[in-house]
């Protein structure tokens, strides 16, 4: 059965410019991008490995794939790529990977920043690259990415995922370096819910919710709504138990 034209991965890269000098187009643009994807996915890790790979499935792949001349060596997959115009690849992408979302509802969306290692430069006084990146945590699923220039900037490069993000009927946990009114706002506007966590670094706000269910479960969360759940595990010789209670009665929040 054919994919739906809104996920189809040949529908979103279509129209990604092919700067190849044309003599050199033996081999379908849109074929070297969707073997080097499916690779990616199953952990192929450089141009052999998706080569290899692509060898492996060819017989696969030729069920929707021109393949004209064959699978294409490790040399070109490189060059190929390293032609690309990445700001048009990355728009390309992550429109496909909005619209597989789509059709994951009441996925949890996981916003959070890494810095990856090996990226810093001591001769040039380079710094290590951080990005903020949301993840569809079920699935395992990079659905987009911004590169800061520090952790401190996280604050300023949160804000920009959830306003390309396809939030409705998603939940969207942060950190809480990203506990802020203007994201929450952002999120809520496009339909999703959030997950937000104060800390120290918020010590009125904090303070604030820990006295406001201090006070509540002393009076038994009398005459307030709210909901209450229990997990219990057992592991390394100890039973570990713990109690969550919620509430919408938050009004003085605002």
């Known amino acids: 059965m054919a994919r739906p034209a809104s996920t189809s991965i040949a529908a979103h890269f279509r129209k990604l410019p092919d700067l190849r000098v044309r003599r050199t187009r033996r081999h379908a643009l849109v074929d070297i991008l969707l073997i080097t994807l499916c690779a990616a996915i199953c952990g192929a890790a450089d141009w052999v490995a998706i080569a290899r790979f692509g060898r492996a499935k060819r017989k696969w792949f030729r069920g929707f794939l021109t393949l004209r001349h064959g699978i294409p060596s490790h040399d070109i997959f490189g060059r190929v790529f390293a032609a690309l115009d990445p700001d048009a690849f990355r728009t390309a992408f992550l429109a496909w990977v909005q619209t597989v979302a789509e059709e994951l509802p009441g996925e949890v969306i996981a916003v959070d ?13 380079k710094a290590a690259i951080h990005r903020v990146s949301a993840w569809a945590a079920a699935q395992g699923l990079c659905l987009g990415q911004i590169k800061t220039e520090a952790k ?15 939030l409705a009927g998603r939940v969207v946990t942060i950190e809480a370096m990203g506990c802020q009114t203007a994201i929450a706002r952002t999120i809520h506007a496009k339909g999703g819910d959030y997950v937000l966590s104060p800390k120290g670094h918020q010590t009125r706000l904090h303070d604030d919710i820990r006295t406001f269910f201090v006070d509540a479960r002393a009076y038994a969360f009398r005459d307030l709504p709210h909901t209450t759940t229990e ?17 919408d009665d938050l009004a003085w929040l605002a």
């Open 231 to 247: 997990t219990v595990d057992g592991d390394h010789g100890r039973i570990e138990a713990r109690r969550a209670w919620a509430t």
């Open 113 to 125: 920043g890494k810095t990856l290692r090996r990226t810093f430069d001591t001769a040039s006084a």
């Open 152 to 166: 401190s900037n996280e604050i300023t490069a949160i804000p920009k995922l959830p306003e390309v993000l396809a």
